[in-house]
């Protein structure tokens, strides 16, 4: 499997330490409000990674943290306190905030099909590990008290700059809004490993510890939970672009000056879901959940089939529009996996089986290369054997999709069959005028027409024309009539 590697800026194998246990870490939510679908996106795109990872044959244990303190609004140790802004906003504990916005996040996660981790540890179970580290790096002279907080110094380090060059993050910090100095830092990137002159008088959550009481600040926590969980050697370690600089930049920072050595050999970063005013972001107060796609009629697969027709190392524009086409080449997909009709009889063919997988395996070995692995699927439609073939493999590739192909598709086929009657003599008539394609083909137009006559019903006359004219242009011309849809097949 090739990789691309943030921290060496190419694509490289994939070897993990050990090849029997590929150690996997990722950063996890900050619980002061829902998860918004640009969130969801990079946790979407690694568990993609995850299972591409398994269905390669490895095994893996997969680590994620869970910020319910120290998170700042900037990820510079500034601003506001994210989790004390969630409780004030909602009248709530800090800690009630965070179970129900973790709560909502698996849940969101269920609905996406993304798998929980291995291990999934909220960032408050953990202070003594954090202190430990912090001990370690001061008596190693890579860390100061100034004003009451513990800082890291970066002019410590030989190389402080791993994912981007010195003049660009220089700028990139120069040019943050609302950032204000911090009169205690030695040098403009020393970050803070433990607070104890807290700017928040209401300050929820509070340890003791050798520097007084306080908590800790947000970089340390991922550090010392993977290597609570995961040991001194990580092999991926992942997050959205932005956690590169500087959240993971200190990271790398605090984790190898404590341990002397090399911590992560790859960093999988996943580009953003942007809507047309930028990058969707949850301090903005505007985003969207998986709740609200939901109230609007969508299926979350859809999203994740949105996501995943896309490559993660590129941004990715959210529209309305993006996500009903996303909802039509779902659909057409269900209709076409339904439309298989296998027999018991027949055996299943490996030699397909094997080849067809090959093919799959090459592309999310491209770097994951999600597209090409829904085209895949498409593969196994057009290809040469018996449906009950078919139907195994796409069943085997949606180990990995996570798309709920074949129960979708089974669905899908019962309802056919319970329509087709009321289709001749009920509510709503789809008549074939003329022409004929093979039973596949017909499926998915008048599950087209279908489609193209809730919408009407919907008063959603975009997406009915788009479907007429997406029929049109494939040579199937539709005609309405007081009980339903004639249409004529001109290939
Ligand atoms: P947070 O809950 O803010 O700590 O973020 C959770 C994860 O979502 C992190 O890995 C972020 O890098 C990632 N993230 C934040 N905004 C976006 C976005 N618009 N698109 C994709 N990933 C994002
Ligand atoms: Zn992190």
Redesign the pocket.
């Known amino acids: 499997m090739k990789l691309y590697n943030t921290a060496t800026r190419q694509r490289e194998e994939f070897v993990p330490n050990d090849p029997n246990l590929v150690k996997m870490y990722t950063?996890?939510?900050?619980v002061y409000h829902y998860?918004?679908i640009?969130?969801l996106?990079?946790y979407i795109m690694e568990d993609i990674l995850e299972k591409a990872l398994r269905y390669s044959g490895y095994n893996v244990k997969r680590v994620m943290n869970i910020?319910d303190v120290g998170?700042l609004a900037s990820d510079a140790d500034t601003g506001e306190d994210k989790m004390l802004k969630g409780a004030k906003r909602e009248n709530k504990s800090v800690m009630e905030i965070a179970k129900f916005y973790t709560d909502a996040f698996f849940e969101d996660c269920r609905k996406l099909n993304i798998k929980r981790p291995d291990v999934v540890e909220p960032a408050t179970n953990c202070i003594a590990d954090y202190i430990h580290i912090i001990e370690t790096l001061i008596e190693k002279g890579y860390a100061y008290a100034a004003g009451g907080n513990i800082y890291f110094d970066v002019s410590k380090l030989k190389q402080y700059y791993i994912f981007n060059d010195h003049d660009e993050e220089d700028l990139a910090v120069g040019v943050r809004e609302g950032v204000e100095e911090d009169a205690n830092k030695r040098n403009k990137n020393d970050f803070v490993l433990w607070f104890t002159k807290s700017k928040f008088e209401d300050q929820a959550l509070k340890w003791d510890s050798p520097w007084g009481v306080g908590y800790p600040g947000w970089h340390i926590e991922c550090s010392g939970i993977s290597m609570k969980h995961l040991g001194e050697d990580l092999d991926i370690h992942c997050?959205?672009?932005?956690?590169a600089f500087p959240h993971h930049t200190n990271e790398i920072a605090q984790s190898e000056s404590y341990l002397g050595h090399k911590w992560c050999n790859y960093w999988v970063h996943?580009?953003?879901?942007?809507t047309n005013s930028g990058?969707?972001?949850?301090s903005k107060g505007e985003f969207l959940t998986v709740s609200l796609l939901e109230e609007k009629g969508y299926d979350p697969l859809v999203y994740r089939l949105f996501c995943l027709q896309s490559h993660y190392r590129k941004n990715l524009v959210f529209s309305w529009e993006n996500l009903d086409n996303a909802v039509i080449t779902y659909n057409k997909l269900i209709a076409k996996i339904a439309a298989l009709k296998p027999d018991d009889a027949d055996e299943i063919d490996t030699a397909a089986f094997d080849e067809l997988k090959v093919k799959f395996l090459d592309a999310l070995g491209n770097d994951l290369n999600t597209a090409l692995a829904i085209t895949a699927v498409y593969d196994v439609l057009k290809y040469k054997t018996n449906d009950k073939t078919k139907l195994t493999v796409i069943g085997d590739f949606d180990r990995v999709l996570g798309l709920d192909l074949i129960a979708k598709a089974d669905v899908k086929r019962r309802e056919v069959a319970a329509a087709a009657p009321a289709a001749q003599s009920g509510d709503y008539a789809i008549i074939r005028e003329s022409g004929d394609a093979d039973a596949a083909v017909i499926a998915e137009i008048e599950e087209a027409i279908k489609q193209r006559a809730a919408a009407k019903k919907a008063k959603d006359y975009a997406t009915a024309d788009k479907i007429r004219a997406d029929l049109a242009e494939k040579g199937v011309i539709l005609e309405d009539i007081p009980k339903g849809t004639k249409y004529r097949i001109e290939i």
């Not at 990058?279 to 949850?282: A, F, V």
């Open positions: 950063c996890g939510p900050t998860a918004h640009g969130n996106r990079s910020t998170h997050g959205g672009i932005d956690n996943i580009h953003h879901l942007n990058k969707m972001s949850k």
